[in-house]
Structure formats: structure tokens, C-alpha cells
């Protein structure tokens, strides 16, 4: 295929695939992968060319110079002919260059898309560390955060906003509605490769290059300068000192010109300190060493760029209500937020012509920075609170899209069913962990609510007790933040997820594990006194105290959060705990993982099977690593 049908193959928009290339995501990668890396090398050898051209055309200009300096044998207006031949070629060049970042971008993109498909993500993307919350019911427990996390995985956002919308959707649920409402966009979303890909690339930009907290609190700072009489005198000023220079030169009336002059200077002295918050002097923007807010032609360069997102978000036509409603939210008056934000940049290139030093001589008399401040104030006022929004939309939108690409990439993973029941209720079917392999995850059913409302799960280390309650609590969030889940089918209502797994004591805070452990239980407690059903999920069961005392508070416990309307898992060693069922009646059950010996190896087949283990591996593996026991 030759470079230009490459192109026209890449610029394609998604909504017009073949449906084969649907259910083959590491194909298409791969395909646009090697589009991509085809014109990235047309680029790169562009490049290289206009490189040489560049240092031939000054060369040449060097050489015209020496010439008409030394021997004078030529005119030095023959320099010229080199110089303008550099500077088209020069802005070629840059154009070249953008071109060939932006293929880079691209490359990245679909790099990362295929190391995801491959199982060679962790560790390669963002984190999202920063938004884990100890105090949180989930976000340590299920592994949400962090490195090999669902985060790391789903994102593909590349501004603070999309990953901090993915981050808020991942650690609240959402209402049943907006949840379809995300569902249908998801499935809009999902075929539009193109637009995904084009929105990582311009999002490195706004991520390197745009300030989300400068840009929202110089849109909604005070006014510095508010419309009344002052600009019309203004403009009534500069008016009349233009005819006193009429009457100046017409009829040699130089005190009318004299008077008029005086008069403008002290009115433009009223107002500098204030029009120097808008428009800073030239001599403050070029010094470094100046500490200064954010100045208008700052903001600008932001919003410019941030303008390159939304101008492609507004010619896209979406289908999926949510997407819309999103779109339309993007809007002013009427107006795209991209020919807004270009009004801002040609005042901010009015305001940039005081470097003309006419215009500098002029200005104090004609007023020339105080209307352009005028003009951005105005700007500012109208239009400054629409930036936040606009902020906010590229988030969603980014968030979407990881949802719509985590889609895109697990065909099989389906969309959960809600339903509405009295207590709590979770029914998978073929589920399993969504950060295991899906062609080696071992997939099991499992039915709480109803007559069973808590499943007492014990097994030897290692059986798969702790990743299946993780998976339980997992699908729980991505159902409810509006992905798909890794089942095939799950049906439940809106819940309140808990979980006590990952408990940490702290030695900095004089913190034990098992009190750290009874505070997150406590948390979990209080979670049945809101208005949702909890989902509690709790690995090894206060296994810091003694049997005793550890039977009689795990009772307790899980008979008070059944009676506050609670589902759950509960995992243990200790058989014990196992008999808890025989009090708590028909509402609990025992259910156990299994492993087996295979030519003297332990092995495991992580099915969920009814009934307590009666078997333990403890003793075993401590003496598969050479312990003496």
C-alpha cells in the first residue's frame, strides 16, 4: 500500500469499520500500528531532507553575504532571495516536526494498547496512586491503585482531569440512570478508535502544557476592570485628542493638542495599575526573575491549547444521549468553545501590537491597552466560568473513552443488570478477576440474597480464597462506575462495597493490625445505616486474637451486618469460624476451595465447591521451601 492510501486508511473515522475489525482488536492495532510507522518513516526522511535543505539555503545566504561585503561583486540585496527560501522552508520544517510528533503520540498509543492485550501493562502507565485513601471502605482492599492496578489498566486518559473523573467514577457508585446513561455512550465510544487515538494525542499536550488551577481562578478572579462611564470617556478622550492634533496641524492650535494631551495622560495614570493586572508591561513578561501572576497572554497559550481538544470534540456527532448532553454542554450561548476561545486570542494579538513603538507612543493617549482590557475583562466575565465546565467535559469525556477502549479490548465482558430488590443480591454468573488473564482466569458462579446472604469460604493458602472475594468486590465497582464486568452475567442492585482485606498497621501511629482491622470493621458497621445495601467482604476474619475470642466477634459481627441488611463474604483458616453457620441458620452457608497432589506437587483448581475444606497445605509448604517441621 502506497503512503497516501495509508493515510486515507488512518484518517478513516472508526464509525465506518468493517464489523470483523471489532472482534479483533490486536489485529487493527497492529494494522494502524504499522500505517502509523510507515508515514513516521516518510516523516523522518522528510525531515531529514529539509534538514540539509536548511543548511544548503544558508549556506548559500552565508556565501551572497561574504560576496557583496567583500568583493562586492553582487548586491546585498541578493541576500534576500536565500533568506526568505530559509524561512519558508523553516516553516515547512516545523510543520514536519509536529507532524512527526504527533505520529509518535499515535505509535505510543497503539503500543500501549497492544502491551495491554499482551499482559505487558503493569507498571507502563499511570497509577493513580494519588487518589488511594486509607480510609476508604475499597480502594486499598480491591486494587484499585497502584501498580498492575484496575486504574493502570482502564486509564487511558491523558489529562489530570480525565484520570481524576475515572478515579471519582471508580470510588463512588453511581445512580442506576447515569450508569445506562454511561453504558450507552461506552457502546457509542467504542468504535471510534480514531477519536480516542486523537484524543491521547492532543491530551499530551494539554497534560504538558495546561495548568487546570491557573486557568480556573483567572477565569473566576474579580473583576479588575467593570463596564460603566469610564470606558466610554475613554473612548470620548481618545477621540478628542485625535481632532486636537487635527486642529494642531490644520490650524497651529498646538494648546488645544497640549491641553488634551495632559488631560489623557492623567486619566490613563488612573487606570495603569489595573490595566497592568491584565496586560502586564513587555519588560515584566520578558524577566524571568519577576514574580507575577498569570497574565492574559499566559491563559491564553493554555486555552489555545485546550481549544485543539474541544474544536475535536465538537465535530464529532455522538448518538448515545450522555455524549449529547456533553457535547451540548461545551457550548455558549450558542457558541463552540473553540471560536470563543480564538475571540480571546485575537484581543491577546491586539494587545501584543503594543510592541510596535508607535503604537507605544500612542497608547497613553488613545487608550490603546486600557480597551483591549476592557475587551478581555468582558471576555473574562462572559465566557472565564465556562472554562471549568469545559475541563470538566474533557475529563468525562476521557473517562468514557478508557471505558469504551477497556470495552473495545475484552469483547466477552458484559454490561451488568440492576435490579431493585428489598436486601441485598449478587448474581454471577462465569465471573472472575478482571486483572487475571481471561484465557487462564478460573471462572466460578455465585448467588447471595434471598435465602443466602452470607458465605463462610474456607481452604488451604494459596486455593484462590482472597482473589475470589477481590473479584466479587472488583466487578461490583465496574458495574457500578458504568463498565463492563468480567461475568457472563451479573445481575444487583446499587451497593455499598466494603471490604477488609488489605489491613496495614501503623508504626508511625501506634496502630496494631488488629485494631486497624476492628476500626475498618466498625467503618463497614456504620455503612449499613445509609441508604444502600452493603456488599461486605472480609478476608481471614479478626485472625489477630485468639480463637476464642476471635469465634464469638466474628458472630457478632456478621449477624449485625446481615441484620442491617448486608450480603457478604467471609474468609478463614480457621475452621472454627466455619461452624458459625449452624447459628446464624439458613441465611449462611459454607463454601471451600480444594487442592490436590499431582506428581508430588500441590495443585489447585480454584472451583467454589459447598461444604467446609478438609483439607490443609500449611504443614506442606513449609516444608516445600526447606523448613524443619
Known amino acids: 500500500m502506497d503512503s497516501a492510501g495509508k493515510m486515507a486508511r488512518h484518517a478513516v473515522q472508526s464509525n465506518t469499520w468493517f464489523p470483523q475489525m471489532l472482534q479483533d482488536p490486536k489485529s487493527e492495532y497492529g494494522a494502524r500500528l504499522n500505517d502509523l510507522g510507515a508515514l513516521k518513516t516518510g516523516i523522518d526522511r522528510r525531515h531529514k531532507l529539509l534538514g540539509r535543505a536548511n543548511l544548503a539555503i544558508a549556506l548559500a545566504g552565508l556565501a551572497v553575504i561574504v560576496l557583496a561585503l567583500g568583493t562586492r561583486s553582487v548586491s546585498i540585496l541578493w541576500a534576500l532571495a536565500p533568506a526568505a527560501a530559509l524561512a519558508i522552508t523553516m516553516a515547512i520544517h516545523a510543520r514536519t516536526l509536529r507532524a512527526s510528533q504527533r505520529y509518535m503520540r499515535a505509535i505510543a498509543f497503539y503500543e500501549r494498547a497492544l502491551a495491554r492485550l499482551d499482559n505487558r501493562w503493569q507498571g507502563a502507565g499511570e497509577t493513580g496512586e494519588r487518589f488511594?485513601?486509607?480510609?476508604?471502605?475499597?480502594?486499598?482492599?480491591?486494587?484499585?491503585?497502584?501498580?498492575?492496578?484496575?486504574?493502570?489498566?482502564?486509564?487511558?486518559?491523558?489529562?489530570?482531569?480525565?484520570?481524576?473523573?475515572?478515579?471519582?467514577?471508580?470510588?463512588?457508585?453511581?445512580?442506576?440512570?447515569?450508569?445506562?446513561?454511561?453504558?450507552?455512550?461506552?457502546?457509542?465510544?467504542?468504535?471510534?478508535?480514531?477519536?480516542?487515538?486523537?484524543?491521547?494525542?492532543?491530551?499530551?499536550?494539554?497534560?504538558?502544557?495546561?495548568?487546570?488551577?491557573?486557568?480556573?481562578?483567572?477565569?473566576?478572579?474579580?473583576?479588575?476592570?467593570?463596564?460603566?462611564?469610564?470606558?466610554?470617556?475613554?473612548?470620548?478622550?481618545?477621540?478628542?485628542?485625535?481632532?486636537?492634533?487635527?486642529?494642531?496641524?490644520?490650524?497651529?492650535?498646538?494648546?488645544?493638542?497640549?491641553?488634551?494631551?495632559?488631560?489623557?495622560?492623567?486619566?490613563?495614570?488612573?487606570?495603569?495599575?489595573?490595566?497592568?493586572?491584565?496586560?502586564?508591561?513587555?519588560?515584566?513578561?520578558?524577566?524571568?526573575?519577576?514574580?507575577?501572576?498569570?497574565?492574559?497572554?499566559?491563559?491564553?497559550?493554555?486555552?489555545?491549547?485546550?481549544?485543539?481538544?474541544?474544536?475535536?470534540?465538537?465535530?464529532?456527532?455522538?448518538?448515545?444521549?450522555?455524549?449529547?448532553?456533553?457535547?451540548?454542554?461545551?457550548?455558549?450561548?450558542?457558541?463552540?468553545?473553540?471560536?470563543?476561545?480564538?475571540?480571546?486570542?485575537?484581543?491577546?494579538?491586539?494587545?501584543?501590537?503594543?510592541?510596535?513603538?508607535?503604537?507605544?507612543?500612542?497608547?497613553?493617549?488613545?487608550?490603546?491597552?486600557?480597551?483591549?482590557?476592557?475587551?478581555?475583562?468582558?471576555?473574562?466575565?462572559?465566557?472565564?466560568?465556562s472554562i471549568r465546565s469545559w475541563l470538566e467535559v474533557v475529563g468525562e469525556m476521557e473517562a468514557l473513552c478508557a471505558l469504551a477502549g477497556y470495552t473495545y479490548e475484552h469483547p466477552a465482558d458484559t454490561f451488568p443488570e440492576f435490579a431493585e430488590p428489598e436486601h441485598g443480591l449478587f448474581e454471577a454468573e462465569g465471573f472472575a478477576h478482571p486483572l487475571l488473564l481471561e484465557t487462564t482466569a478460573v471462572r466460578n458462579d455465585l448467588a447471595l440474597g434471598g435465602n443466602l446472604r452470607l458465605m463462610i469460604i474456607?481452604?488451604?493458602?494459596?486455593?484462590?480464597?482472597?482473589?475470589?472475594?477481590?473479584?466479587?468486590?472488583?466487578?461490583?465497582?465496574?458495574?457500578?462506575?458504568?463498565?463492563?464486568?468480567?461475568?457472563?452475567?451479573?445481575?444487583?442492585?446499587?451497593?455499598?462495597?466494603?471490604?477488609?482485606?488489605?489491613?496495614?498497621?501503623?508504626?508511625?501511629?501506634?496502630?496494631?493490625?488488629?485494631?486497624?482491622?476492628?476500626?475498618?470493621?466498625?467503618?463497614?458497621?456504620?455503612?449499613?445505616?445509609?441508604?444502600?445495601?452493603?456488599?461486605?467482604l472480609l478476608d481471614e476474619l479478626l485472625s489477630g486474637t485468639n480463637s476464642h475470642d476471635r469465634r464469638i466477634g466474628a458472630e457478632g459481627l456478621v449477624r449485625s451486618l446481615m441484620d442491617g441488611g448486608g450480603i457478604g463474604l467471609v474468609t478463614t483458616h480457621d475452621l472454627a469460624l466455619a461452624k458459625m453457620v449452624d447459628q446464624l441458620g439458613p441465611q449462611a452457608a459454607n463454601f471451600h476451595f480444594e487442592d490436590h497432589l499431582e506428581n508430588g506437587s500441590l495443585r489447585f483448581d480454584y472451583k467454589l465447591t459447598p461444604g467446609i475444606v478438609q483439607t490443609s497445605n500449611a504443614l506442606k509448604l513449609m516444608r516445600s521451601i526447606g523448613l524443619k517441621v
Open 132 to 385: 488511594l485513601d486509607p480510609a476508604h471502605p475499597y480502594s486499598r482492599d480491591l486494587d484499585l491503585f497502584g501498580r498492575g492496578s484496575m486504574f493502570e489498566l482502564l486509564s487511558t486518559a491523558r489529562t489530570a482531569a480525565g484520570e481524576e473523573a475515572l478515579a471519582r467514577w471508580l470510588l463512588a457508585p453511581a445512580p442506576v440512570d447515569e450508569i445506562h446513561a454511561r453504558h450507552a455512550a461506552v457502546v457509542d465510544l467504542r468504535e471510534r478508535l480514531r477519536l480516542r487515538e486523537d484524543l491521547a494525542v492532543l491530551g499530551e499536550d494539554v497534560r504538558s502544557k495546561v495548568h487546570p488551577d491557573v486557568l480556573a481562578a483567572w477565569a473566576e478572579a474579580d473583576r479588575v476592570l467593570k463596564p460603566g462611564l469610564a470606558r466610554l470617556a475613554a473612548l470620548v478622550l481618545a477621540a478628542a485628542w485625535l481632532a486636537s492634533l487635527v486642529a494642531w496641524f490644520g490650524w497651529g492650535w498646538w494648546q488645544l493638542a497640549l491641553a488634551s494631551s495632559a488631560l489623557n495622560l492623567f486619566f490613563n495614570s488612573r487606570f495603569s495599575e489595573r490595566v497592568q493586572k491584565i496586560v502586564p508591561d513587555l519588560g515584566i513578561l520578558l524577566d524571568p526573575g519577576v514574580q507575577r501572576p498569570p497574565s492574559t497572554e499566559d491563559v491564553t497559550k493554555d486555552l489555545a491549547v485546550l481549544a485543539r481538544v474541544l474544536e475535536r470534540l465538537e465535530r464529532e456527532q455522538f448518538s448515545a444521549p450522555k455524549l449529547v448532553k456533553l457535547q451540548s454542554a461545551l457550548q455558549v450561548e450558542g457558541l463552540c468553545p473553540s471560536r470563543v476561545i480564538a475571540r480571546l486570542g485575537h484581543l491577546v494579538e491586539y494587545m501584543e501590537s503594543r510592541r510596535n513603538p508607535v503604537v507605544g507612543v500612542i497608547n497613553p493617549f488613545v487608550f490603546w491597552s486600557l480597551q483591549i482590557a476592557y475587551s478581555i475583562e468582558a471576555w473574562r466575565a462572559k465566557f472565564g466560568p
Open 458 to 536: 474456607s481452604g488451604p493458602n494459596m486455593a484462590g480464597k482472597s482473589t475470589l472475594i477481590r473479584a466479587v468486590g472488583i466487578n461490583a465497582v465496574l458495574a457500578q462506575c458504568g463498565a463492563p464486568v468480567r461475568a457472563k452475567r451479573l445481575r444487583m442492585p446499587p451497593l455499598a462495597v466494603a471490604a477488609s482485606i488489605c489491613v496495614l498497621d501503623s508504626l508511625q501511629g501506634g496502630i496494631s493490625r488488629f485494631y486497624a482491622e476492628i476500626t475498618r470493621l466498625k467503618l463497614i458497621t456504620e455503612l449499613t445505616k445509609g441508604p444502600l445495601p452493603v456488599l461486605f
